[in-house]
């Protein structure tokens, strides 16, 4: 059975990083057909060619296999709140891990051997500082945990050529495409953070937890304004990468791990003064309070390899993460989705 060049399997596509990743396909010249269950995605981000269906639905991975010839599958379906996962390991190693199993062994019987798989950084656990793909796996929470176990059984897969991305913060939108974060509650920084301060209705903010104010936590770490300093990277960036990843696949690139990351890292108080400034707020100024326990410093992945071999890096600023974020959360479509929840 021979694949069709252009056509590609996304499971997760309805979801913030899979839906902006599927847009980018298209964009690409590729024909992405979106399989998501909705349990967190959304349907006006699944886009065009949507299936609604659960990864470990063999017989209907099978059906789609059979149907669309697809010459390689993007994995994007998982449960991703750390939190949660703590409080709910079974739902993370079930979902993460077993369902991801499944997702991939159907594949694999159906003659699909190329997967790029979008993995998380939290496979490294509480490492500090620059991490390369050499760091050391020590994740500290089922998330990580879930993740790293789909990881290794990819990679142990006979025949299977796959690329895993691993990285730590995904922020901004693509407002323009009718596309962003649209998570509930909402607990990423970056939203956090804009939302407040843009105008949204008091009832909006209070549902997903944004109505205490944002706050620094610790001033005197060993970085260069005292603040914790972390990775984020524009999810546009993210969603190239995974392009570069599946032609790199496609031109018969062999399995390989790549972080995706801004190598620099930007500091909680640099984020907040680009705020203030990309939203004209300048009477922005969050308290600073004590840091939280286990917090480290620095968290940053090293991009060496990817810009090496996959010829990627990011190159969006936290300005444009901020000004699209805030473009995407004033949107009617991103009111309607979250009051959806609400009703």
């Given at each position: ?13 309805a979801?913030?990083i ?90 694999a ?31 500290v ?23 895993t991305l ?42 997903l ?20 300093v972390r ?8 969603a ?13 690139g ?7 990351g ?18 004209a707020r ?58 959806g929840?609400?009703?």
């Open positions: 059975m021979s694949a069709k060049s252009d056509i590609v399997l996304v499971s997760g596509g979801g913030y899979g839906s902006h990743v599927a847009h980018l396909l298209r964009a690409s010249g590729f024909t992405p057909m979106v399989v998501d269950s909705l349990v967190n995605g959304h349907g006006f981000a699944a886009g065009p060619g949507f299936r609604q269906g659960d990864i470990a639905d063999t017989a209907l991975i099978r059906a789609l296999v059979r149907d669309l010839r697809p010459v390689a599958a993007l994995h994007f379906a998982a449960f991703i709140e750390v939190g949660e996962s703590v409080a709910k390991p079974a739902k993370y190693f079930e979902n993460n891990r077993d369902k991801a199993k499944i997702f991939f062994d159907t594949l019987s159906e003659g699909v051997d190329k997967i790029v798989f979008s993995s998380t950084a939290a496979v490294y656990g509480e490492g500090d500082g620059l991490l390369t793909e050499a760091h050391a796996l020590q994740p929470n089922p998330y990580g945990q879930s993740k790293l176990a789909a990881e290794e059984y990819l990679r142990g897969l006979p025949g299977m050529a796959s690329v691993r990285y730590f913060n995904v922020a901004g939108a693509a407002p323009e495409a009718g596309l962003g974060e649209a998570h509930f509650p909402e607990s990423h920084l970056m939203p956090r953070i804009v939302m407040p301060l843009i105008g949204l209705p008091e009832k909006l903010l209070a549902a937890g944004l109505d205490k104010g944002f706050a620094i936590y610790g001033d005197d770490y060993d970085t260069r304004d005292g603040s914790a990775d984020y990277v524009h999810v546009l960036d993210i190239q990468a995974h392009v570069a990843a599946l032609r790199y696949l496609i031109a018969g062999k399995s390989d791990i790549f972080n995706l801004s190598s620099k890292g930007t500091s909680v108080k640099e984020i907040v003064a680009a705020a203030r400034s990309v939203l300048p009477d922005f100024s969050p308290p600073t309070l004590p840091r939280r326990a286990g917090d480290p410093a620095m968290l940053v992945a090293n991009s060496d390899k990817a810009q090496g071999v996959l010829g990627w890096r990011a190159t969006r600023s936290i300005g444009e993460m901020i000004e699209s974020a805030a473009a995407w959360h004033r949107s009617e479509t991103y009111r309607n989705a979250i009051l929840r609400l009703a």
